[in-house]
């Protein structure tokens, strides 16, 4: 019993009250630095009956002191969270020196000295500056960590400050929130635990260790809803996705039990699938207020990340209000991304998604960020996956506010989401919630982790559950017996027994209802020349005070009179786009620079040379019933694809094109192209529409400026995957654009674009071409016409060799036939085009390409076919080489000229035998 001439009323602040009562029964049982504090607090107030800050004024040190202790105020603001204890499995936080009184010349004893007031403090709970820092590290140094003062706009930084200061986010559950809150986790875990006995062995990447995410997810909802969110779409990898999917999304515990017992649905031949922790799924909350909130989870591929975008896209497309306006309603769906620890800093693809969040063209309102961080990604340690302290610290860098919680916490967790949500109605930006747990097994349930990490394991298997926590939380404060807490446990267990029996004695797969999909049916993509006409003048019609710089004035008013025969690629595309706007289809096209267009060949966005001001005509297209949407993206691939791709899955009232600046850079988007855009329908039933514009031929701009790898994707075509065209006109390409968003069925289109041809004389179309004509997936030899007994040679190509060669006259014996589109590749009509020409010897396919790349592997087979192995098939292009392009100018020329020659050069020794038809033997 510590001998002290002041009582407890001396003190304001019920935590040195607390610490005060603690002292005065056992001195030893509190550190030195409060036995200091209390000495000299009792030197102050001692036997005055007065308050210590009371006893202090007058003081002449006070103005230092009070610097010294505004200095200590801020640092906890700035630093207390890295005093947070976050581990639950006890592993001391880092501590800050600017955390302690001595770091800012202060004794904590001498904090009695300064009245609170001098701190800016009026608050009568505050007497002295000992009350405002306890306080303070109660609000930033306790249960959550915040970390905002890197946030740049100080109106942030006050708000948050605020909020704090009010007390309505951080309030503690209701005796009944609290009960909700275990019977919550008793699912979590009780699922775990359940599929663990029930399935042992089995892949489930059991949530064990980060349980609060569902309750987190909940309370999401439940606040945003009251904020007028409608929909949530959920992105998020392996790690408690089984659990998320049930016990937050709604699927019926019976059809992941049929999942694990083998079974699947009724599926056509060509959808294979998926494993059960990718799938995706809809569903819908009625919540208590009576509101309704329906729920997307994405399906994602292993690729960890890659969804981010996605759901952003999703999002975007949904928030739309239709119709001919472009306005949005982004607090009706928010999107809600749960990063793995390791994945959210090492994989780029988060910060090219974090980027583009407060973008015109991509920005949806803030996504909640939660990093079910179990400190742990496979088998590597934090020391060995990042450079950073936190695991979050990545979103710092894009003015992301973020808030640490310890995930044994649940009631702190809430708290973070009610913090999180206000943030997002308040300002409208991505929010950071870094859940520090654990992982209660290995990577998987088959991996035995005390083989790499002894030490961790031995902690975890040492440490309660998530829901043993919370329920003896709620034993001690008195809220419920042990018996109840078990109750609820036993309950819920024997429900999913209920369940399993049932599930066991069915044979068929529980049925996950199938949407169907319209059939494919072919489109007029033609559209009237009068129509034409008036809407050419309408997109040439910009206001007369904008003042368009009169160069450009100049090129864009040659569109004006050249609908003769002068139809460029830029004008094409902007007649298929108006045209569509006025049949009521969306178009959004996005990519690095499209609002100009990389070779300045669209123009779609004029700019007003004296005031900056900025007009697109194809937002004012007469007669539009909808509208055009235009974004010059961020300089980066993957991200930018991936939300087109997830607003085109969204938004099949949309033609959603993404550019490529070169189509070489499109291979960073790899994933995306090969994990969403090929394999979405056969992994997840899912479609898309995407087109992607990739410019690609040979002009001598290098190995990175030439080719968009063709050869990738027509290796990846099958069952009807996507188109793959390389179209030689600018009519191919008005019919193809206006095919894409017309036809019922879809699925994406890959477009090899050009670009010396955009404005090639020879490659231009007349109007005739759109008024009167279709896509032709094969474009025979029109000036064959008559001779076509004389022709012994078809020369087959692709693209913009194709005027190349025609530049070159090939001889009378030569039918120039463009394969327009590859794939679905046009069997037929390559068929009918050989049949056309009754003394045929050979056929060279002709490329610009090395062998190993470009069509040519793809094509030779189906052209061996085609031509009924009788006619002989030769290759005219660039060997196999490692570069795709040559860099050096003079190579690149040489090897230009080499190809057509070999393509027109007279063939030694024919080997068809004359009047066998290829026909016959196909
Ligand atoms: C792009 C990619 N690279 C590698 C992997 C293989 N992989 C799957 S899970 C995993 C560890 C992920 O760790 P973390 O992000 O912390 O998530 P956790 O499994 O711990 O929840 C790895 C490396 C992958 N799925 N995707
Ligand atoms: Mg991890």
């Given at each position: 019993?510590?001998?002290?001439?002041?009582?407890?009323s001396?003190?304001?602040?019920?935590?040195?009250?607390?610490?005060?009562?603690?002292?005065?029964?056992?001195?030893?049982?509190?550190?030195?630095?409060?036995?200091?504090?209390?000495?000299?607090?009792?030197?102050?107030?001692g036997?005055?009956?007065?308050?210590?800050?009371?006893?202090?004024?007058?003081?002449?040190?006070?103005?230092?002191?009070?610097?010294?202790?505004?200095?200590?105020?801020?640092?906890?603001?700035?630093?207390?969270?890295?005093?947070?204890?976050?581990?639950?499995?006890?592993?001391?936080?880092?501590?800050?020196?600017?955390?302690?009184p001595?770091?800012?010349?202060?004794?904590?004893?001498?904090?009695?000295?300064?009245?609170?007031?001098?701190?800016?403090?009026?608050?009568?709970?505050?007497?002295?500056?000992?009350?405002?820092?306890?306080?303070?590290?109660?609000r930033?140094?306790?249960?959550?960590?915040?970390?905002?003062?890197?946030?740049?706009?100080?109106?942030?930084?006050?708000?948050f400050?605020?909020?704090?200061?009010?007390?309505?986010?951080?309030?503690?559950?209701?005796?009944?929130?609290?009960?909700?809150?275990l019977?919550?986790?008793t699912?979590?875990?009780?699922?775990?635990?359940?599929l663990?006995?029930?399935?042992?062995?089995?892949?489930?990447?059991s949530?064990?260790?980060?349980?609060?995410?569902?309750?987190?997810?909940?309370s999401?909802?439940?606040?945003?809803?009251?904020?007028?969110?409608?929909?949530?779409?959920?992105?998020?990898?392996?790690?408690?996705?089984?659990?998320?999917?049930?016990?937050?999304?709604?699927?019926?515990y019976?059809?992941?039990?049929?999942?694990?017992?083998?079974?699947?649905?009724?599926?056509?031949?060509?959808?294979?699938?998926d494993?059960?922790?990718h799938?995706?799924?809809?569903?819908?909350?009625?919540?208590?207020?009576?509101?309704?909130?329906?729920?997307?989870?994405?399906?994602?591929?292993?690729?960890?990340?890659?969804?981010?975008?996605?759901?952003?896209?999703?999002?975007?497309a949904?928030?739309?209000?239709?119709?001919?306006?472009?306005?949005?309603?982004?607090?009706?769906?928010?999107?809600?991304?749960?990063?793995?620890?390791?994945?959210?800093?090492?994989?780029?693809?988060?910060?090219?998604?974090?980027?583009?969040?407060?973008?015109r063209?991509?920005?949806?309102?803030?996504?909640?960020?939660?990093?079910?961080?179990?400190?742990?990604?496979?088998?590597?340690?934090?020391?060995?996956?990042?450079?950073?302290?936190?695991?979050?610290?990545?979103?710092?860098?894009?003015?992301?506010p973020?808030?640490?919680?310890?995930a044994?916490?649940?009631?702190?967790?809430?708290?973070?989401?009610?913090?999180a949500?206000?943030?997002?109605?308040?300002?409208?930006?991505?929010f950071?919630?870094?859940?520090?747990?654990?992982?209660?097994?290995?990577?998987?349930?088959?991996?035995?982790?005390?083989?790499?990490?002894?030490?961790?394991?031995?902690?975890?298997?040492?440490?309660?559950t998530?829901?043993?926590?919370?329920?003896?939380r709620?034993?001690?404060?008195?809220?419920?017996t042990k018996?109840?807490v078990?109750?609820?446990?036993?309950?819920f267990?024997?429900q999913?027994?209920?369940?399993?029996?049932?599930?066991?004695?069915?044979?068929?797969?529980?049925?996950?209802?199938?949407?169907?999909?319209?059939?494919?049916?072919?489109?007029?993509?033609?559209?009237?020349?009068?129509?034409?006409?008036?809407?050419?003048?309408?997109?040439?019609?910009?206001?007369?005070?904008?003042?368009?710089?009169?160069?450009?004035?100049?090129?864009?008013?040659?569109r004006?009179?050249?609908?003769?025969?002068?139809?460029?690629?830029?004008?094409?595309?902007?007649?298929?786009?108006g045209?569509?706007?006025?049949?009521?289809?969306?178009?959004?096209?996005t990519?690095?620079?499209?609002?100009?267009?990389t070779?300045?060949?669209?123009?779609?966005?004029?700019?007003?040379?004296?005031?900056?001001?900025?007009?697109?005509?194809?937002?004012?297209?007469?007669?539009?019933?909808?509208?055009?949407?235009?974004?010059?993206?961020?300089?980066?691939e993957?991200?930018?694809?991936?939300?087109?791709?997830?607003?085109?899955?969204?938004?099949?009232?949309?033609?959603?094109?993404?550019?490529?600046?070169?189509?070489?850079?499109?291979?960073?988007?790899?994933?995306?192209?090969?994990?969403?855009?090929?394999?979405?329908?056969?992994?997840?039933?899912q479609?898309?529409?995407?087109?992607?514009?990739?410019?690609?031929?040979y002009?001598?701009?290098?190995?990175?400026?030439?080719?968009?790898?063709?050869?990738?994707?027509?290796?990846?075509?099958?069952?009807?995957?996507?188109?793959?065209?390389?179209?030689?006109?600018?009519?191919?390409?008005?019919?193809?654009?206006?095919r894409q968003?017309?036809?019922?069925?879809?699925?994406?289109m890959?477009?090899?674009?050009?670009?010396?041809?955009?404005?090639?004389?020879?490659?231009?179309?007349?109007?005739?071409?759109?008024?009167?004509?279709?896509?032709?997936?094969?474009?025979?030899?029109?000036t064959?016409?008559?001779?076509?007994?004389?022709?012994?040679r078809?020369?087959?190509c692709?693209?913009?060799?194709?005027?190349?060669?025609?530049?070159?006259?090939?001889?009378?014996?030569?039918?120039?036939?463009?394969?327009?589109?590859?794939?679905?590749?046009?069997?037929?009509?390559?068929g009918?085009?050989?049949?056309?020409?009754?003394?045929?010897t050979?056929?060279?396919?002709?490329?610009?390409?090395?062998?190993?790349?470009?069509?040519w592997?793809?094509?030779?087979?189906?052209?061996?076919?085609a031509?009924?192995?009788?006619?002989?098939?030769?290759?005219?292009?660039?060997?196999?080489?490692?570069?795709?392009?040559?860099?050096?100018?003079?190579?690149?020329?040489?090897?230009?000229?080499?190809?057509?020659?070999?393509?027109?050069?007279?063939?030694?020794?024919?080997?068809?035998?004359?009047?066998?038809?290829?026909?016959?033997?196909?």
């Amino acid at each position: 019993m510590a001998d002290t001439s002041i009582t407890t009323s001396a003190f304001n602040d019920g935590y040195i009250a607390e610490q005060f009562e603690a002292y005065r029964a056992d001195p030893s049982s509190v550190d030195e630095s409060w036995r200091q504090f209390f000495r000299l607090a009792a030197q102050f107030a001692g036997g005055s009956g007065a308050t210590v800050a009371s006893a202090a004024a007058g003081d002449p040190d006070l103005p230092r002191l009070a610097a010294a202790a505004a200095s200590l105020a801020q640092n906890i603001r700035i630093f207390g969270h890295l005093a947070v204890p976050l581990d639950p499995l006890g592993t001391s936080p880092l501590g800050a020196a600017e955390l302690t009184p001595e770091y800012h010349n202060i004794l904590a004893a001498d904090l009695v000295r300064v009245p609170a007031s001098s701190l800016g403090y009026a608050d009568p709970r505050f007497r002295t500056a000992a009350d405002v820092i306890s306080m303070l590290r109660r609000r930033y140094s306790s249960r959550l960590a915040l970390e905002v003062m890197h946030l740049p706009d100080e109106t942030e930084r006050l708000w948050f400050r605020t909020i704090l200061r009010e007390e309505q986010l951080t309030r503690p559950l209701s005796s009944v929130e609290k009960v909700d809150l275990l019977k919550r986790l008793t699912q979590v875990d009780g699922l775990e635990r359940f599929l663990g006995r029930a399935y042992q062995g089995k892949k489930r990447f059991s949530i064990e260790g980060t349980d609060a995410l569902v309750p987190m997810l909940d309370s999401a909802i439940t606040e945003a809803s009251a904020q007028g969110t409608t929909q949530v779409v959920v992105g998020m990898a392996h790690r408690g996705r089984l659990n998320v999917l049930t016990n937050f999304m709604g699927k019926p515990y019976e059809a992941l039990f049929s999942e694990f017992e083998g079974r699947h649905g009724a599926a056509p031949d060509s959808e294979t699938g998926d494993v059960k922790y990718h799938m995706g799924y809809k569903g819908s909350r009625a919540l208590p207020s009576g509101a309704h909130v329906d729920l997307t989870l994405v399906p994602n591929p292993s690729h960890l990340e890659f969804a981010n975008p996605v759901i952003n896209g999703v999002a975007r497309a949904r928030q739309r209000l239709g119709g001919t306006t472009l306005a949005r309603d982004p607090k009706s769906v928010l999107t809600i991304c749960v990063h793995g620890d390791a994945a959210f800093i090492g994989e780029g693809v988060v910060a090219e998604t974090f980027n583009m969040s407060r973008l015109r063209g991509f920005e949806v309102g803030g996504t909640l960020h939660i990093i079910a961080n179990n400190q742990v990604g496979f088998t590597t340690d934090p020391i060995d996956a990042r450079s950073t302290h936190y695991a979050s610290d990545l979103a710092k860098g894009f003015d992301v506010p973020i808030v640490h919680v310890n995930a044994d916490d649940a009631e702190a967790c809430v708290m973070a989401v009610r913090i999180a949500i206000a943030y997002r109605t308040r300002f409208g930006k991505d929010f950071l919630i870094d859940l520090v747990g654990y992982r209660r097994w290995g990577h998987n349930e088959t991996d035995e982790p005390l083989f790499t990490q002894p030490e961790l394991y031995a902690r975890v298997k040492a440490h309660p559950t998530p829901r043993q926590v919370w329920g003896a939380r709620l034993v001690k404060e008195g809220v419920m017996t042990k018996a109840d807490v078990d109750a609820i446990d036993t309950d819920f267990a024997k429900q999913l027994e209920v369940i399993f029996d049932q599930v066991r004695k069915q044979e068929n797969a529980h049925d996950e209802h199938l949407p169907n999909r319209p059939a494919p049916s072919p489109v007029d993509t033609s559209v009237p020349a009068d129509r034409l006409r008036a809407l050419n003048e309408a997109l040439l019609d910009w206001p007369t005070d904008l003042a368009v710089n009169p160069r450009l004035a100049k090129t864009l008013e040659r569109r004006r009179d050249g609908l003769a025969k002068s139809i460029d690629w830029g004008h094409a595309e902007a007649l298929a786009f108006g045209s569509l706007i006025q049949d009521g289809v969306h178009v959004r096209l996005t990519g690095q620079d499209v609002e100009r267009g990389t070779f300045s060949h669209r123009q779609a966005v004029l700019h007003d040379a004296n005031t900056g001001r900025n007009y697109t005509a194809l937002q004012h297209v007469p007669g539009a019933k909808a509208t055009m949407e235009i974004a010059n993206s961020p300089l980066s691939e993957t991200a930018v694809m991936g939300f087109e791709y997830g607003f085109s899955t969204a938004a099949p009232d949309t033609l959603v094109c993404w550019e490529a600046q070169f189509g070489d850079f499109a291979n960073v988007a790899a994933p995306i192209i090969d994990q969403f855009l090929v394999a979405d329908r056969a992994k997840w039933h899912q479609d898309s529409g995407l087109t992607l514009l990739l410019p690609h031929g040979y002009e001598g701009q290098g190995p990175e400026h030439s080719s968009a790898r063709l050869e990738r994707f027509l290796q990846q075509c099958a069952e009807g995957n996507m188109t793959v065209a390389y179209p030689s006109t600018p009519a191919q390409y008005f019919h193809l654009l206006r095919r894409q968003a017309l036809r019922s069925s879809r699925r994406p289109m890959v477009l090899m674009q050009p670009k010396s041809m955009l404005r090639l004389p020879d490659a231009m179309s007349g109007i005739d071409d759109l008024a009167n004509a279709q896509f032709q997936s094969v474009i025979d030899d029109a000036t064959t016409a008559g001779r076509e007994a004389n022709v012994t040679r078809l020369v087959v190509c692709s693209g913009k060799i194709y005027h190349e060669i025609r530049a070159a006259n090939p001889g009378e014996h030569v039918a120039l036939v463009r394969i327009e589109e590859l794939y679905p590749w046009p069997n037929t009509a390559i068929g009918a085009v050989i049949d056309r020409y009754p003394n045929l010897t050979d056929v060279v396919w002709t490329q610009e390409e090395p062998k190993n790349m470009g069509a040519w592997t793809f094509a030779e087979p189906r052209l061996r076919m085609a031509t009924g192995n009788v006619l002989t098939l030769r290759y005219a292009g660039r060997p196999e080489r490692a570069s795709p392009a040559e860099g050096y100018e003079a190579s690149h020329k040489a090897d230009q000229a080499r190809i057509i020659a070999e393509a027109l050069a007279p063939v030694s020794s024919p080997v068809a035998s004359k009047g066998k038809k290829a026909s016959a033997a196909r």
